[in-house]
């Protein structure tokens, strides 16, 4: 649309950048010695022109160093977007939280309803005895608390025991 404003502002910018250079041509330095010479680095400043050649070589090769530490030095964090594994791993641990922090409740009101001899439905009596780690003979087995099934996708399953609580009257 304004190229021929963004053109001048180009050259006006490439103008204003070669005063500051160095009047050596090829010199990567910005001018810093006003010297008999003209304006140039300090490295030119001082040198016979016959060496000048060879000083420009040590100053972009000093430049290069330069931009080669620098982007050694900052490695930038690039920002990615999160993988399915990574998604998935994140889920998962939230599964697990909800479970641990005190989501077993319902688990333990249904083995209390079974052991009082109410009879609940396939679905509970599995339900609860996952929950609990509990396989066989409910009533001997030990419950032990940290029973947490990492591999076991229960993304569904936790949306089956929400449904049971709204569900379920107690
Ligand atoms: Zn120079």
Redesign the pocket.
């Given at each position: 649309m304004s190229t021929k404003r963004d053109q001048r502002i180009a050259d006006e910018t490439l103008q204003h950048d070669a005063a500051l250079?160095?009047?050596?041509g090829g010199?990567?330095?910005p001018?810093s010695v006003d010297g008999p010479a003209g304006r140039?680095?300090s490295?030119?400043?001082w040198a016979q022109p016959h060496q000048?050649a060879r000083?420009?070589d040590e100053?972009l090769d000093a430049q290069a160093r330069r931009a080669m530490r620098a982007s050694q030095e900052q490695p930038k964090p690039r920002k990615r977007p999160m993988t399915i594994d990574e998604k998935r791993a994140i889920g998962q641990k939230l599964r697990q939280a909800i479970r641990q922090q005190g989501g077993r409740q319902w688990a333990h009101k249904l083995r209390d309803r079974e052991q009082r001899g109410e009879k609940l439905t396939e679905a509970q009596r599995s339900m609860w005895r996952d929950a609990l780690g509990v396989h066989d003979e409910p009533a001997q087995a030990p419950l032990v608390e940290p029973a947490p099934q990492a591999e076991f996708d229960d993304g569904p399953y936790i949306a089956d025991v929400q449904d049971e609580l709204e569900a379920a009257p107690w």
């Open positions: 250079m160095c009047r050596v010199c990567p330095n001018w140039c680095c490295a030119h400043a000048w000083i420009t100053q």
